[in-house]
Structures are given as C-alpha cells and as structure tokens.
C-alpha cells in the first residue's frame, strides 16, 4: 500500500513528508507536499479513508484531503498522538507560540529527542487579533505539524495569557490542556506607590474577616523553605494582601468553574508577572499557600523576576540578583510541586543556565515572537527585496507598536537600510534594536494593506517561506536548539 501511494504521489509531483506515513487497517495516509500547498494523501479503503474530506483521484484508488479543520479531527480521532494533552508537572516544558502558523514542524524537530516537551499551540487572544487568526486554526496547525513530523511523545496547547471568561470557556470547549490565567486585572498595581497612610486606608478597606484569617494565618510568621525562611512583617503582609487578594479569589473561582469541571487533565498556569514590581518571594509564598489551602491545584506560577524580560532580546538586569532570587522561587515551586514559568523566554540566553540548575530541570519557558523573527531572518535572506520594504514599513509605524510593549529600543542605532548590502541583511535579526523593532510590528507588518484592499506583505511572505520550508525549519532548529542546549536540555 506505501508503494502505491508513494508511485501516486510521484506521478503528481508530490512530495512526501516520510516521517507522517501511516496505516490504519485498509488505509496508508501521508501529508504531502505540492508547488501551492500540503494536503493529505490516502490510499486504499476502509473508515479512514472514507471520513477524510477530499477528492478521490486514480480511478477511485486514493483521496486527496485538504489541511482543514474537520479533517484535522478525523487525524485526532484515529491517530491519537495528534491530540494535545496535559503534560503534568514532572517534566521541563516549553512553550513554542507560533503566530504564523507554520512553525511546527521546525519546532518539533527541534525538540525531538530531548527531554522536555512541548506546548505546540500557544497564543493569547490579543496575538491572535493581531495576527487574524481563530483558537481553532491555531490548534490545527499544531496538530498537521504533529501528524507531518510522526512526533509521538505528547504535547501541549495553552490558551495563553485568558482574563475573560468567556475565552477561558471557548479555549478549553475547543481542546485546549492548558491555561495561563492572566491575572493582571486583578492586581492593584498601585499599592507599590502609595505611603504608609494610603496603604493602611486600604488594607482597612478589606472586609475584617479576610485581614483577620490573613494575619492569623501569615501575620509575624516564618515559614522554612528549602535552604530559606520566609517572613511576614505586619506592613508587608498588609501590602501583599492588598495587591494580590483579590487576584488570588479570582484564580480560585477559574479553578473550582472551569478546571474542575472540566472532566480532563488541565495545566493551570497562574500568571501574576503583569506587576510594576518584582514579586517578593514572601508574596509568591503567600499567593501559593494560599491556593493550596483553597485547593487549587496549580500547574505552575509566573512570577515577575528582577531585571527586564523585554521581548525579543536577552536579559537586562543583575545577573547576580536574578540567581538569588531564582533560588528562592525555585525552592518555593518545589515546595509546593508544582513548575516555575518563565514569561517572555525568548533569548535569555544568559539566563537560561541558571534557570535550569536551581529548577532541576522542572520549568517551563515561555517563547512565542523569536520564531516570527527566525523567519523574518528567512525572508531577509532568500527574497531581499521584501525584507527591505518590510523594515521601512516596520520604521514608518513603529509608534503604532510601542502602545503595546515596553522596549529599551533604540531606533537610531538600527544600521540604515540604504546603507546595507542585501548580504547583511540577515544580521538586522542579530542586533537588539532592529529585532525588538521587527518583534513589535509583526501585527502591523501582517495587517498591512494597499489601497485595494490587499495585503502588502502578508501573502509575499507565507509563499516565501513555503518555497524555503526547509531553511526555515533549520532556522528554528538552531536557534530554539540553543535555547535547550543552554537550559541543560
């Protein structure tokens, strides 16, 4: 049956993704690749073949089925290694966004034989605004990419950085395993600036009952941790608790709604990085202990570490600090069993090995943009032309980005375009400023259109890409190689 379907594929010029071949009783099925797009081939008969979508071709012999979203369940019902599903707290993971769709393949490849899995489908619903895509097409491109690298050992999708309901409904309706509960909203970030006269008219504020089960439970206590102790002074408490008690009721009444009943394996991430202050240890500890007496079982914790973890570029801070503190992090997720996550991990690369040692191995790293820069590098080197009008475009509305982002670029350090031969192009992704330029624009740069309504760049660049799939893919599994060889994976 291979053989026939390798001899159809040949006579229509298709190119077959070896590591995707399977047989399923009477069917042998494989994504192949032709000039315009990839489709799945099926030879023979039976159920699978039957329930894929498609045009039957050679005399009835074979079908040739579309990557659609129908047909990427029937992939998930008699394949199940093409489902996502909950990767637990015992093993490193990474979170590989993939804002274009494409990425997957390389990803997988890139991670294959390692000992960390990944979490494939990745986006927050203001990327996929961003981007014009649905939760829907992202979960199907992770599980094509799945299917087309014969990838068997598990992966992940997070409904990433969800503050709203009814998105957290929607994500985990559509299959999603994991959920990274943004509590940003919920977090008084203006505590960090108030005197002492504020802040106790505010902690007064608080029902006397919750002060009073929070001072019986943390007030002048020291609780051991690892090789540390973890305080509580009276006005630090009163601070934590007016900064973080009403986000910690916020994460158990998401948790007891929707992750228990949800009647499946759920990674419950808890976000709590979008704070204008790093998080004390002490509050980390109190935001955890809190959810275990609660009984929110939590699958890992973002908090918000010294320094910058700024997009697209290596960590800006204290080396020192961050390793000290890490420790205690660390210590404190162990205690408790579940992972550290850290948000933003793209190319902190002068990080990543102490986040590896003092973890142990158990984390999870999140990176989303760095591959949307990989293939910008792609495009830069194979198709020059539209790159340079990408980077003009990118200069031309870059105050359109910076609404979003928070970014130490500067944009007068960035090499000028017309003083830069097409050969040095690629190396724009080597320098900060132009990558944070590229990193932030990537929804503009998507977006753009002419006056006829069509995009400028948007179907230049996909095609480009198609056409270099496997210089993209080697991109990717450098750069996300480095990141793993440097997190001890």
Same mark, same amino acid.
Request: include cysteine.
């Given at each position: 049956?291979?053989?026939?379907?390798?001899?159809?594929?040949?006579?229509?010029?298709?190119?077959? $993704?070896?590591?995707?071949?399977?047989? $399923?009783?009477?069917?042998?099925?494989?994504?192949?690749?032709?000039?315009?797009?990839?489709?799945?081939?099926? =030879?023979?008969?039976?159920?699978?073949?039957?329930?894929?979508?498609?045009?039957?071709?050679?005399?009835?012999?074979?079908?040739?089925?579309?990557?659609?979203?129908?047909?990427?369940?029937?992939?998930?019902?008699?394949?199940?290694?093409?489902?996502?599903?909950?990767?637990?707290?015992?093993?490193?993971?990474?979170?590989?966004?993939?804002?274009?769709?494409?990425?997957?393949?390389?990803?997988?490849?890139?991670?294959?034989?390692?000992?960390?899995?990944?979490?494939?489908?990745?986006?927050?619903?203001?990327?996929?605004?961003?981007?014009?895509?649905?939760?829907?097409? =992202?979960?199907?491109?992770?599980?094509?990419?799945v299917f087309q690298e014969g990838f068997e050992d598990g992966f992940g999708a997070d409904g990433d950085h969800l503050?709203v309901e009814a998105d957290i409904e929607l994500a985990l309706r559509l299959g999603f395993t994991m959920l990274t509960?943004?509590?940003?909203?919920?977090?008084?970030?203006?505590?960090?600036?108030?005197?002492?006269?504020?802040?106790?008219?505010?902690?007064?504020?608080?029902?006397?009952?919750?002060?009073?089960?929070?001072?019986?439970?943390?007030?002048?206590?020291?609780?051991?941790?690892?090789?540390?102790?973890?305080?509580?002074?009276?006005?630090t408490l009163q601070s934590y608790v007016c900064i973080y008690g009403k986000a910690i009721d916020f994460m158990e009444?998401?948790?007891?709604?929707?992750?228990?009943?949800?009647?499946?394996?759920?990674?419950?991430?808890?976000?709590?990085?979008?704070?204008?202050?790093?998080?004390?240890?002490?509050?980390?500890?109190?935001?955890?202990?809190?959810?275990?007496?609660?009984?929110?079982?939590?699958?890992?914790?973002?908090?918000?570490?010294?320094?910058?973890?700024?997009?697209?570029?290596?960590?800006?801070?204290?080396?020192?600090?961050?390793?000290?503190?890490?420790?205690?992090?660390?210590?404190?997720?162990?205690?408790?069993?579940?992972?550290?996550?850290?948000?933003?991990?793209?190319?902190? #690369?002068?990080?990543?090995?102490?986040?590896?040692?003092?973890?142990?191995?158990?984390?999870?790293?999140?990176?989303?943009?760095?591959?949307?820069?990989?293939?910008?590098?792609?495009?830069?080197?194979?198709?020059?032309?539209?790159?340079?009008?990408?980077?003009?475009?990118?200069?031309?509305?870059?105050?359109?980005?910076?609404?979003? $982002?928070?970014?130490?670029?500067?944009?007068?350090?960035?090499?000028?375009?017309?003083?830069?031969?097409?050969?040095?192009?690629?190396?724009?992704?080597?320098?900060?400023?132009?990558?944070?330029?590229?990193?932030?624009?990537?929804?503009?740069?998507?977006?753009?259109?002419?006056?006829?309504?069509?995009?400028? #760049?948007?179907?230049?660049?996909?095609?480009?890409?198609?056409?270099?799939?496997?210089? $993209?893919?080697?991109?990717?599994?450098?750069?996300?190689?480095?990141?793993?060889?440097?997190?001890?994976?």
């Amino acid at each position: 049956m291979a053989a026939a379907l390798e001899q159809i594929a040949a006579s229509s010029g298709w190119k077959i $993704y070896n590591k995707s071949l399977r047989v $399923y009783e009477g069917t042998t099925l494989a994504m192949v690749r032709g000039e315009e797009e990839r489709n799945l081939l099926a =030879v023979g008969d039976g159920s699978l073949f039957d329930d894929l979508d498609g045009t039957v071709i050679a005399d009835g012999a074979a079908k040739l089925a579309p990557l659609t979203h129908a047909n990427r369940k029937v992939l998930n019902h008699y394949f199940p290694y093409t489902v996502p599903r909950a990767l637990g707290t015992e093993v490193a993971t990474i979170g590989l966004g993939d804002r274009l769709g494409i990425a997957g393949s390389g990803h997988l490849q890139a991670v294959e034989g390692k000992q960390i899995l990944p979490v494939l489908a990745q986006q927050s619903i203001r990327e996929l605004n961003l981007t014009g895509r649905s939760y829907e097409e =992202v979960l199907d491109a992770a599980c094509y990419a799945v299917f087309q690298e014969g990838f068997e050992d598990g992966f992940g999708a997070d409904g990433d950085h969800l503050k709203v309901e009814a998105d957290i409904e929607l994500a985990l309706r559509l299959g999603f395993t994991m959920l990274t509960l943004d509590c940003s909203e919920h977090i008084d970030n203006d505590v960090a600036n108030m005197d002492e006269g504020q802040l106790q008219r505010a902690y007064a504020a608080i029902p006397s009952a919750t002060r009073e089960r929070y001072e019986q439970r943390y007030g002048g206590k020291s609780f051991a941790v690892g090789e540390s102790a973890i305080q509580f002074e009276v006005a630090t408490l009163q601070s934590y608790v007016c900064i973080y008690g009403k986000a910690i009721d916020f994460m158990e009444r998401i948790y007891k709604q929707y992750i228990v009943s949800a009647g499946r394996d759920i990674d419950f991430e808890i976000s709590i990085d979008e704070t204008l202050t790093p998080t004390d240890p002490a509050a980390h500890f109190m935001v955890a202990q809190e959810l275990k007496d609660r009984g929110v079982d939590i699958y890992s914790m973002a908090p918000r570490f010294c320094g910058e973890f700024q997009k697209g570029i290596d960590y800006i801070g204290d080396l020192t600090q961050f390793e000290q503190e890490l420790k205690v992090h660390a210590a404190i997720v162990d205690h408790f069993g579940y992972k550290l996550s850290i948000h933003s991990g793209s190319d902190k #690369f002068s990080v990543f090995p102490v986040i590896g040692k003092h973890t142990s191995g158990r984390f999870h790293v999140k990176t989303a943009g760095t591959n949307w820069l990989e293939a910008v590098r792609t495009v830069a080197q194979v198709n020059p032309s539209l790159y340079r009008r990408m980077h003009a475009y990118a200069l031309e509305h870059v105050e359109e980005a910076l609404a979003y $982002y928070h970014v130490s670029m500067r944009l007068e350090e960035i090499a000028p375009l017309d003083q830069t031969v097409d050969a040095q192009l690629p190396a724009y992704m080597d320098e900060d400023n132009a990558r944070q330029l590229i990193h932030i624009t990537y929804g503009l740069l998507l977006q753009a259109k002419d006056e006829q309504g069509k995009p400028l #760049f948007k179907t230049k660049f996909y095609q480009t890409l198609y056409e270099q799939e496997e210089a $993209y893919a080697e991109s990717l599994r450098r750069h996300i190689g480095r990141h793993l060889e440097l997190l001890g994976k």
